[in-house]
């Protein structure tokens, strides 16, 4: 009598194929990268700015196929601007910072529909940087990313307790001699490079979710702001990897995936974590704001 069995398949490794490979090498550094300055958003309590500034990129996009332009720099010029100009009107008091995101919110998608009509590009090339396109990630794609990345890591590392104190209280922080308009020029300048930098791993839409999910879930777990700039630096990478063996497994939208995974940990988080760590938590502040 023949006993039949029943043979275990071993799932395929997800990251056996260079485009494979090329786009885990994305997803980690956008996805290790974005809640970094996602972190001080959330705490300034300008979580949408990274969707104002990507509506904006999307324009930059627009302009680039109008003008025969890689669309990458030409997005990254845009979100730059705008994001310039945003903290200009903020802390000017000229707009409160809900009506200067929804001013560019708004005019940044208007005016990026318009000029890809004037291109005549409206297609499925077009929308991969609406909603992303990490399987097509090629090496040039992972060395400009990369390089941004980069950049983000290294001036959060400088100057994080620096931008905290901006974060936390910015009067005291000028007390102290901190430079603060220039320090807030540059967090929303990194906004616009982590915008650019993830546009072809989530798209505009949903790069700014990499910047807020993964904070919101660190902050229910983390006891202090460093601690909360490293789990959720962790907890992004981690969704990265995560959505793309799954989108690959399963055949699903690896940038939408990536974000359900964040969503995730967040709702995890919430409902497991203690919140340790309070928006009034003190940040060392050096006279004259020299090495913070």
């Not at 979100?79 to 945003?86: D, M, R």
């Not at 100057?159 to 540059?186: K, Y």
């Amino acid at each position: 009598m023949i006993v039949p069995t029943l043979a275990l398949v071993p799932l395929p490794y997800p990251f056996d194929r260079e485009y494979m490979q090329l786009a885990l090498v994305g997803a980690v550094l956008v996805g290790a990268c974005a809640p970094l300055i996602g972190t001080f958003l959330v705490q300034k309590r300008l979580a949408l700015l990274g969707d104002g500034i990507g509506h904006v990129a999307f324009a930059g996009v627009a302009a680039g196929l109008l003008f025969g332009l890689w669309p990458i720099w030409t997005a990254l010029a845009a979100a730059v601007s705008a994001a310039v100009a945003i903290e200009w009107l903020r802390s000017r008091g000229r707009a409160g910072g809900d009506l200067a995101l929804a001013l560019f919110f708004y005019s940044g998608i208007a005016g990026g529909v318009v000029l890809i009509g004037l291109a005549g590009s409206l297609n499925s090339g077009t929308l991969t940087y609406l909603f992303g396109s990490i399987l097509t990630v090629d090496r040039t794609d992972a060395i400009t990313i990369a390089i941004l990345g980069a950049v983000i890591i290294v001036v959060v590392l400088v100057a994080w307790r620096a931008l905290f104190s901006i974060v936390l209280d910015e009067e005291a922080a000028r007390v102290a001699g901190l430079p603060v308009n220039a320090l807030n020029l540059g967090l929303a300048a990194l906004t616009a490079i982590t915008v650019v930098a993830g546009m072809r791993i989530v798209g505009v839409l949903l790069v700014a979710a990499l910047m807020v999910l993964p904070v919101g879930a660190a902050q229910r777990i983390a006891r202090s702001f460093g601690a909360t700039l490293v789990v959720a630096s962790a907890i992004g990478a981690a969704s990265a990897v995560v959505g793309l063996a799954g989108a690959r497994q399963w055949a699903l939208a690896p940038g939408a995936t990536i974000v359900l995974v964040a969503a995730a940990a967040f709702a995890v988080a919430s409902l497991n974590g203690v919140g340790r760590f309070r928006r009034s938590a003190p940040a060392p502040i050096v006279q004259g704001g020299a090495d913070l």
